[in-house]
């Protein structure tokens, strides 16, 4: 594919050669006044000359016979990117058309269009300071994805391109951003640092965001807030709070909370106020959550329990029977054996479900009495 370089003069200069804003071939879209194109639409009281076009390709019209070009003078060359139907791009190359005479009509001959590329260049300082390639059909619009970290574009209305045939060169100028130093520290009253990142922005008093990915590997932000805050001055250092990252793992359980009222919690350890679980009730769970040491069982979308306040159980339902010889003590759901309650010897019990405590396995056998596996048959 021809590769052309051609430049709009507009006082930058380097290496010996002349940059300008914007490569023969290819269009900087001004996102405030879509100007770019204006000569080929501008409809004035003082025009003078209109010439109608006719778009072709492989002999056949494309598009509307209505399409007109108005300009002041015959001879004023004038820029049709946006008049070409979409698909479809000169065949020779070249989006600009000299008008003749008024009323008259002419003929752009095109072909489909294919992928085309354009080199986009970000200048500082009169350097080229990073490149990025832009792709996609002739006579398409597209943005601008990476400008340089640390920089942003003199002039933000030239943010998208509109591709020209071939492959060309978009030359960019961007500005230096100021920056801070982020220092990631723990919440406690050693502050102590865990992790730094640099952001940046225009100028001191923007606000910022510091993204997740910055952060420092098994920590989050404390809360939504701390990670927005105001620039200071380039150079400065600004304090993050985090605290260590929740450790979850997917799961599909039941829980049983104790004859208590149980508390809920947020993901971020935080008691829900005005919630709770009702006492001796079940609720499923799909995520077991180890947080700043404490392991917690979700119970809803954002509502989880602690492991403290509740039991994982198996539902199973069964008769069991106790061994022969002696009685066969019962004990609550924390496994601890209750002293006036037992069972007879050889007697035989329904049960719903199971739990396993320090590695031991219980049957439960009424609503918060459980008999052991050591002392069934």
Partial sequence: MKNTRSYIFKSLI??????????????????????????????????????????????????????????????????????????????????????????????????????????????YNSGV??????????????????????????????????LGSGTSDVYLNVNKDISNTISFVTDDEAKTEVGKATVYGEKAGDSVTVNSSQLPNGYNFKDSKSATFELQPDGSRQLVTVVPAANKETLKGTVGTFDKVTPLYNEDGTEVSGRALGATSDWATDTKMTLDGETYYRVSTSEWVKASDVYVYTPNEDTI???????????????????????AADSAWYTDRTTTINGQKYYRVSTSEWLSAADLK
Avoid at 34 to 55: E, L, P, Q
Wanted: proline content about 1%; charged content about 15%; hydrophobic content about 35%.
């Fill in 14 to 123: 380097f290496s010996g050669i002349v940059l300008g804003t914007v490569g023969l071939n290819s269009t900087i879209v001004n996102a405030a006044t879509n100007a770019g194109v204006d000569a080929a639409t501008k409809t004035t009281d003082t025009a003078k000359v209109v010439n109608h076009i006719v778009f072709t390709c492989d002999d056949v019209e494309i598009g509307t016979s209505a399409t007109t070009v108005t300009g002041d003078k015959v001879g004023q060359v004038v820029d049709i990117t946006k008049l070409i139907p979409s698909g479809y791009q000169a065949v020779d190359g070249n989006n600009n058309l000299t008008l003749t005479e008024n009323g008259t009509s002419q003929q752009v001959k095109l072909t489909k269009a294919s992928d085309v590329t354009a080199n986009v260049h970000y200048i």
């Fill in 321 to 343: 029977t106790t061994k022969s010889g002696a009685i066969s003590h019962l004990y609550d759901a924390n496994g601890k054996q209750l002293e006036t309650r037992s069972v």
């Fill in 129 to 162: 300071i990073g490149t990025e390639t832009l792709s996609g059909l002739a006579g398409s619009t597209v943005g601008v994805k990476n400008v340089p970290e640390g920089y942003y574009l003199a002039n933000k209305n030239q943010a998208n391109v509109i």
